[in-house]
Nanobody, 120 residues
Framework: QVQLVESGGGLVQAGGSLRLSCAVS????????MAWYRQAPGKQRELVAT??????NYTDSVKDRFTISRDNTKNTAYLQMNSLKPEDTAVYYC???????????????WGQGTQVTVSS
């Protein structure tokens, strides 16, 4: 069973930093893309950042402030968040697209989410 577990959320003042972690448990034959999403109250879930191989992408609102990375030896993805703003307040979700084995197609896996609250 593949599970994603996020950690590192919390309360931080504007301008501060947090580092989110996403640990992947279980085994996948192939893990293609990992991503971070976020969802603020009353808002649509928003794609924040993706990493695939050596390529990363970010939504405009977090460019130059957030960095997504991945440690393949630990099966863990990270989201370093700097210069946090109150509008970054949301539940952050880790997402992975992968394939369990050759008998299974690619699918998305989701973590439970971790709360990030940025005070003004």
């Amino acid at each position: 069973q593949v599970q994603l577990v996020e950690s590192g959320g919390g309360l931080v003042q504007a301008g501060g930093s947090l580092r989110l972690s996403c640990a992947v448990s279980g085994r996948l034959l192939r893990l293609n893309v990992m991503a971070w999403y976020r969802q603020a109250p009353g808002k649509q879930r928003e794609l924040v950042a993706t990493i695939s191989g050596g390529s990363t992408n970010y939504t405009d609102s977090v460019k130059d402030r957030f960095t997504i990375s991945r440690d393949n030896t630990k099966n863990t993805a990270y989201l370093q968040m700097n210069s946090l703003k109150p509008e970054d307040t949301a539940v952050y979700y880790c997402n992975a697209n992968g394939r369990a084995n050759y008998f299974t197609g690619y699918r998305d896996y989701w973590g439970q989410g971790t709360q990030v609250t940025v005070s003004s």
